[in-house]
């Protein structure tokens, strides 16, 4: 009998216990020190860059009175959608947010802003939803416009075969990098210095400058890569498979980011009637790098996610400290204008990759060979 008293008195204890710890949690979010400041929620711990940018965000949240908890949704919205409710929980002021999808991210940023949190877009724009405060990016249609300068600045004479490929359609910096490079490449293409190689939706609105999204979603819808490297290698090679004689010789390429800028240059190298190519890139991946040192990519556009941290941690203890963040331009989401501030970009070659990425301590010399 005793000894059942004495189980019976322990599991009160342990409940006792349970039930309190519960309440701290309910209650960490409006008093405590359990109290978190800034939430933020990232696509995937499977990529380096977003388990870079979580040590970079706990960087720039030392040394001030303010507390962060760091969420991964690991590709899945509902995922995203839990880690935000989790956060609201725990009390945030402001929601840092990089979405997986940028419409399914609506609802989620949503239920933050019922809470009176306010909401970062960080990276990617969360679309079609009122419930975004700021946004903050690296100018997207400016990447573009990088990248199809480089092609410009290196094109061969006149009728140089062409060669568009862009990202995903559900993400709209897809349009944004797309939008930024036609808008540079066009007068190239209408005055003959291009001749489109692999888009008949291309080539049917070559003759205009600006275009609506519908008629860019014509052309990314046959030239999408996904994102996905092996994509991108299945695609450049059906498309040279097809090419006729005078779509090879030396070829310009705009590929959207280095994933895929490395696996189309691999095919358009490995095909003897390609006697050069110029092809671009974005991100500054180490293994670009590596392409860019041994000529097998011609550049990258360089994005230092160190100085978008620091806008977007900055503009979080800006609201928090009751003051107005600043911000450069705005980007329409489909529902509202949402504030920005802009990080610039920088363009990398073999000329400045050394100057640009190991003096500025991105990266170590020994990373890599060559240089």
């Known amino acids: 009998m005793k ?4 189980t019976i008195a322990l599991l009160m204890v342990v409940m006792m216990f349970a039930a309190l710890a519960a309440a701290c949690g309910k209650d960490g979010g409006s008093s405590g020190s359990s109290k978190v400041s800034v939430g933020i929620v990232l696509p995937t711990k499977d990529e380096p860059r977003w388990v870079q940018d979580e040590q970079r965000f706990k960087d720039a949240l030392s040394g ?23 956060l609201i929980n725990k009390g945030i002021k402001v929601l840092i947010i990089c979405p997986q999808d940028g419409d399914a991210a609506a609802a989620a940023v949503e239920a933050a802003k019922k809470e009176g949190i306010t909401v970062i877009s960080y990276d990617r724009l969360i679309t079609n939803t009122k419930a975004v405060d700021y946004y903050v990016t690296f100018d997207s249609v400016a990447v573009g416009a990088a990248q199809a300068k480089y092609l410009v600045d290196h094109a061969k004479g006149n009728g140089q075969p062409l060669y568009l490929y862009a990202g995903a359609a ?15 490449l066009q007068p190239k293409i209408a005055d003959g210095t291009f001749k489109i190689a692999n888009s008949s939706e291309a080539e049917a609105l070559k003759g205009k400058q600006k275009l609506e999204r519908a008629e860019m979603s014509k052309i990314i819808g046959q030239v999408t890569t996904n994102w996905d490297a092996n994509e991108a290698k299945n695609k450049a090679q059906t498309h040279l498979t097809s090419a006729a004689a005078d779509m090879k010789g030396d070829v310009a390429i705009l590929a959207p980011n280095d994933g895929t800028a ?14 050069s190519y110029v092809v671009t890139g974005q991100d500054a991946e180490k293994a670009s790098i590596q392409y860019v040192i041994d000529g097998k990519q011609s550049m ?72």
Not at 3 to 6: L, P
Request: net charge negative; glycine share 8%.
């Open 3 to 6: 000894k059942g008293f004495k």
């Open 170 to 184: 559900s993400d709209n910096n897809a349009f944004l990098f797309f939008q930024g490079a036609w808008e540079v």
């Open 262 to 275: 490395r696996s189309i240059a691999d095919v358009f190298a490995s095909d003897k009637a390609i006697t």
């Open 300 to 371: 990258t556009v360089f994005k230092d996610v160190r100085t978008l941290v620091k806008d977007a941690m900055g503009m979080a203890i800006s609201i928090l400290d009751g003051g107005t963040p600043e911000t450069t331009g705005s980007y329409n989401n489909g529902k509202v204008d949402v504030k920005a501030k802009q990080t610039d970009v920088i363009v990398v070659d073999k000329e400045n990759v050394k100057k640009e990425l190991i003096e500025s301590d991105y990266y170590k010399a020994g990373d890599f060979t060559g240089l």
């Open 64 to 86: 001030t009175k303010y507390t962060t908890d760091i969420l991964f949704s690991q590709g899945s919205s509902a995922k995203e959608k839990e880690n935000v409710e989790t």
